[in-house]
Each structure stands twice: as structure tokens, then as C-alpha cells.
């Protein structure tokens, strides 16, 4: 697959070469959602956060990718305010956002067409594009429209689509939440798989644990409202990521210690209700 442009060269080494959200505030109708929030994502890590529902996940991501304007903070890229950067990000939505009445194949072609994208031409694309095909498992579909396709089938077009512009960031909210279990695994591979060719930065928003520690290089655990880091969790690279990986004793004992975390955070919320031993989380 090809690699980065020439201009993101070294980026990786420079000590600008992350994301850095430092002390974003946003408030709706006099509700604070976000309050003095910070957050470093180093380049190409994929940064996995998870939190209750309407903690705040979904608004930090819209505030990040410019459709929320935050009330208070800073956010950069690579050492630039965010504002500058965003033709060098991808967002990655739960619904599959597919042009129902394009082909696979332009589907993926599409961000080639727009201008704000032009770092390379839609004739020097189609290379990568039908290389992008077969890693989706999708060249016997190429020239169906995607409303033919499965939801498992376009959402693989949605990824590969985010990812085949080369962001330097991709900003995922919860993707693969509607989807059985059986084909999020093998997104989830797949992302992995897509990340290892292109290494955006990931910031990644679920609600499932296991799924955190099999995407994640950082799972940060958050409460809220106002969104809050409770806790921060490194896992290293370097062991294929598979079943037997996620089954092994290291990862339960993390998926165990994560999952504590949640429902000490779930009973703070609701304390009242939840009053048997255990936990909502015993079993992630």
C-alpha cells in the first residue's frame, strides 16, 4: 500500500506530532458537557475512549471535527490549531454513511472528487482504490450500489473511504455499535489491518470494554457530565491481536480492572440502584 505523502515525513519523531486538547470546555443551555477537558493522543496511536452514555464522548468528537465550536480550550494538531487541519482529518460515524446510490467503487473515490481534498487526483487514486477493494474483501461488489450492499459491507466502505484520504487523524463514533458481534470482530480486525497500512492517529468512542482493549495502544475511562478521565490504561503493540490474545490472562485482567472502573463510575451515577454485589461490568 502506499505510504504517507512526502510532507508528513518525520512527523512521527517531532515532539508537535500528536493531538493535544488542552482544557476544552462546552455547554448546551447552561449544561456543562465538557469542562476543562485535556487529552494527548501521540502520533499514530490509537487512543480507545470509553464512557457512559451522554457523559460527553459524542460532543468532544464534534467539537474536534468542527461541528461543535467549543466555549473555552485549545485543540492542535501537530503542533496547529485544530481549525487549520481539518481537510487532514476523517470522521468515521455509528450510521454508515454511504451514498446509497453510488457504486462501492465510487463511494470510495469520492473524497477525490471534492476540491478541499485534492492533495492527489481522482485519476491518481484509482490505483489505491481498487488495492483498497480487495483489502475490504470487496472487489466482487465493486460495481453495486451501495444500497445493495450489507450493513457490515458498507460500513467496511465507510472505514476504507475515511482512511483512503490519509488523515492524520480519524475520529471514530462508535462504528461499529449496530452491528452484530460476529462482523464488528472482523471490522475490528479489519480496522487494525487499515491502520497498519495508513497509521492515522485514532480516537475511537464505544461502549465496549472488550472492544477498547482489542483496538486500543491507550483506553482512557471517562465519567460525566462534564466529561472526566477517571482512568488511563497503555497497552503495547506487539502481539498479533486475536482471539487468543483477547482470551489471554493479561487482557482479562485489564478487560476485569477497566470494567471496575465503569461501574464504580455507574453506581456514582446512580447509587441508589445498584446495590448487589458484582457489577453492570462483571462479565466484559
Same mark, same amino acid.
Given at each position: 500500500m502506499p505510504s504517507w505523502p512526502r510532507e508528513f515525513d518525520g512527523l512521527a519523531a517531532g515532539s508537535n506530532a500528536m493531538l493535544s486538547i488542552h482544557h476544552i470546555g462546552k455547554a448546551f443551555a447552561g449544561r456543562q458537557v465538557l469542562a476543562d477537558f485535556s487529552l494527548t493522543v501521540p502520533s499514530g496511536e490509537r487512543c480507545c475512549l470509553l464512557a457512559p452514555s451522554g457523559?460527553?464522548?459524542?460532543? @468532544? +468528537?464534534? /467539537?474536534? &471535527?468542527? +461541528? $461543535?465550536? *467549543?466555549?473555552?480550550? /485549545? =485543540?492542535?494538531?501537530?503542533?496547529?490549531? !485544530?481549525?487549520?487541519?481539518?481537510?487532514?482529518?476523517?470522521? !468515521? *460515524?455509528?450510521?454508515?454513511a454511504v451514498f446509497p446510490f453510488l457504486s462501492t467503487r465510487d463511494n470510495l473515490l469520492f473524497p477525490f472528487r471534492l476540491a478541499v481534498r485534492r492533495r492527489?487526483? #481522482?485519476?491518481d487514486a484509482i490505483p489505491e482504490v481498487e488495492r483498497m477493494l480487495d483489502l475490504l474483501g470487496l472487489r466482487d461488489q465493486s460495481d453495486l450500489w451501495a444500497s445493495r450492499l450489507s450493513g457490515g459491507e458498507r460500513q467496511r466502505v465507510v472505514l476504507g473511504r475515511a482512511l483512503l484520504a490519509r488523515p492524520r487523524l480519524a475520529l471514530c463514533d462508535e462504528p461499529l455499535s449496530a452491528l452484530d458481534e460476529l462482523t464488528?470482530? =472482523?471490522?475490528? $480486525?479489519?480496522? +487494525? $489491518?487499515?491502520?497498519?497500512?495508513?497509521?492515522?492517529?485514532?480516537?475511537?468512542?464505544?461502549h465496549s470494554v472488550e472492544e477498547a482493549c482489542f483496538l486500543g495502544t491507550q483506553v482512557v475511562v471517562c465519567s460525566g *457530565?462534564?466529561?472526566? !478521565?477517571?482512568? /488511563?490504561? #497503555? !497497552?503495547?503493540?506487539?502481539? *498479533?491481536?486475536?482471539?487468543?490474545? +483477547?482470551?489471554?490472562?493479561? =487482557? @482479562?485482567? @485489564?478487560?476485569? #480492572?477497566i470494567g471496575q472502573v465503569l461501574w464504580q463510575i455507574a453506581r456514582e451515577a446512580t447509587?441508589?440502584?445498584?446495590?448487589?454485589?458484582?457489577? @453492570?461490568? &462483571?462479565d466484559c
Open positions: 457523559a460527553g464522548k459524542s460532543t @468532544l +468528537l464534534r /467539537v474536534l &471535527a468542527g +461541528l $461543535e465550536l *467549543p466555549d473555552a480550550g /485549545v =485543540v492542535t494538531l501537530d503542533g496547529k490549531p !485544530i481549525s487549520a487541519c481539518r481537510t487532514n482529518m476523517g470522521w !468515521i *460515524p455509528q450510521a454508515d492527489r487526483s #481522482e485519476r464488528r470482530q =472482523v471490522l475490528r $480486525e479489519l480496522l +487494525l $489491518e487499515l491502520h497498519a497500512q495508513y497509521h492515522p492517529m485514532l480516537l475511537f468512542v464505544t *457530565p462534564p466529561l472526566q !478521565i477517571r482512568h /488511563v490504561r #497503555e !497497552i503495547k503493540d506487539g502481539q *498479533p491481536r486475536d482471539w487468543n490474545w +483477547l482470551q489471554s490472562e493479561p =487482557v @482479562l485482567r @485489564l478487560r476485569q #480492572e447509587p441508589a440502584k445498584h446495590s448487589v454485589k458484582g457489577g @453492570l461490568y &462483571a
